[in-house]
């Protein structure tokens, strides 16, 4: 392995040779004398067994830590084995997009059963096979409620930061104009705003539910606010909370998105994650991407195709809805062994345990000095507080004892707060020492 060359002397002396030149040099003197050509230094080849402890030695340099204690978007979850058993199988992990149907029957049947699942969860009618992740999925849902008289859109100021971003940078090129709309100071959506902010020309209401703060939004009087404007309600969702919350589709929402990240995706770097997007039967012919359909073969069998696929594969760029790379559907399918595992009782237990750790923590924290809960509204895993510390220097604190706290985010009143965050992997116990540790740093 060390001294494997890819191309010898010879090899390069036969090429040249055929071309007629002298010397690699030749080869590249059409480059203008101005662009740098200097050789790439490059260290000697290494065996395996050097590779690996080269590696070992970069990767000590990662800062882990013991306790997690931050979510805002990415949430640390038991995922159980079955899911890396079933997602590794070699069948499955393939970029291969699946459209030859009579030689991809299993990678369809996959994708069919996450959507199956997914409509399930949400309580919508027709699922896609997924999106590229969450944000992206709140944008998609917005564009596709666009026609020709409502061109704008409007999100509650209660949406994840990053996920507006998205949704300005998909609107911009399409001439959608958006209007977030500030939230209260108890980090919940201002309805009377909002009711203002709604217009003829709006397409579409987005709100998340829980909300970036954690908070859970009166979504009853939003969706109907949303349709007394004659808007559609796209609503962001968190899979793990509808567990024990009530769905988008009890709810009325015409379209539902969110981030597959918490069914069975490791935190890794930002990615990749899983965009899930679900609608009522109306809108079925709008969803971008794919969807998987069920059928019958030439012998009766049943069999899975490709449906309904507004891409710009398939049809005219300009009228197509979006794309999707099939990494999503590998993720698709982590989803739904986990969501398979776990079954709707294993679910709502896990949304649970998540609920209980956090309220525990908010319980242990308004017993400490500094420590005070913004707003009064009911949440799910997450919620804020101020901090007796500037946030960043707390973050700093707790770092150094190997625990990830919350994470300092910007109050709608002004100032700044500790977004905390507790799932099913922060037992009862670790929560008692990050209190411990709190009194102690917030002491000094």
């Not at 510390?389 to 300092?408: H, K, M, Q, S, V």
Request: hydrophobic share 40%.
């Amino acid at each position: 392995m060390a001294g494997y060359v890819p191309v010898t002397r010879g090899e390069r002396k036969e090429m040249l040779d055929y071309l007629g030149i002298s010397s690699v040099d030749e080869l590249f003197s059409s480059i203008p004398p101005e662009v740098p050509r200097t050789e790439i230094d490059l260290p000697r080849g290494v065996c395996e067994l050097e590779a690996l402890r080269d590696m070992t030695g970069l990767s000590k340099r990662n800062r882990r830590f013991d306790q997690v204690f931050r979510g805002a978007g990415a949430y640390r979850h038991y995922i159980p084995s079955i899911v890396d058993a079933v997602s590794s199988k070699e069948s499955l992990v393939t970029t291969y997009t699946p459209y030859q149907a009579e030689i991809s029957q299993g990678v369809l049947q996959s994708i069919f059963e996450y959507q199956t699942q997914v409509c399930e969860l949400t309580g919508m009618d027709v699922s896609n096979a997924s999106v590229y992740d969450g944000a992206s999925a709140a944008a998609e849902a917005l564009l596709m409620c666009v026609g020709r008289t409502r061109t704008s859109v409007v999100l509650s100021g209660t949406t994840d930061p990053q996920v507006v971003d998205v949704v300005r940078s998909y609107c911009a090129s399409r001439g959608v104009r958006v209007e977030v709309v500030a939230p209260l100071a108890d980090l919940s959506s201002d309805v009377e705003a909002l009711r203002r902010a709604l217009g003829a020309d709006t397409a579409a209401l987005y709100v998340q539910s829980p909300n970036y703060y954690g908070v859970i939004e009166d979504m009853d009087e939003l969706v109907g606010l949303a349709h007394d404007a004659g808007a559609k309600m796209v609503m962001g969702f968190n899979p793990i909370a509808l567990g024990i919350l009530r769905s988008p589709g009890e709810l009325g929402c015409d379209v539902a998105v969110g981030e597959g990240q918490p069914l069975g995706l490791p935190l890794g770097f930002g990615g990749p994650y899983l965009g899930i997007m679900a609608a009522t039967g109306k809108l079925m012919r709008k969803l971008p991407g794919r969807i998987v359909g069920q059928t019958t073969d030439a012998r009766g069998r049943r069999a899975f195709v490709l449906t309904l696929q507004a891409r710009e594969q398939h049809i005219r760029r300009e009228k197509a809805s979006s794309n999707i790379c099939s990494n999503e559907a590998l993720c698709a399918l982590r989803a739904s062994a986990y969501l398979a595992s776990l079954g709707p009782e294993g679910l709502a237990r896990v949304a649970q345990g998540c609920a209980a750790h956090a309220h525990y923590l908010a319980e242990r924290l308004a017993g400490l000095t500094g420590f005070t809960r913004v707003g009064e509204r009911p949440f799910f895993h997450e919620f804020v507080t101020t901090s007796p510390l500037p946030p960043t220097e707390l973050e700093g604190l707790l770092a150094d004892r190997g625990i990830l706290g919350g994470l300092p985010v910007r109050l709608p009143a002004g100032g700044e707060g500790l977004l905390w965050c507790c799932t099913e992997l922060n037992a009862k116990g670790d929560i008692d020492a990050l209190v411990r540790v709190l009194r102690e740093v917030a002491s000094r």
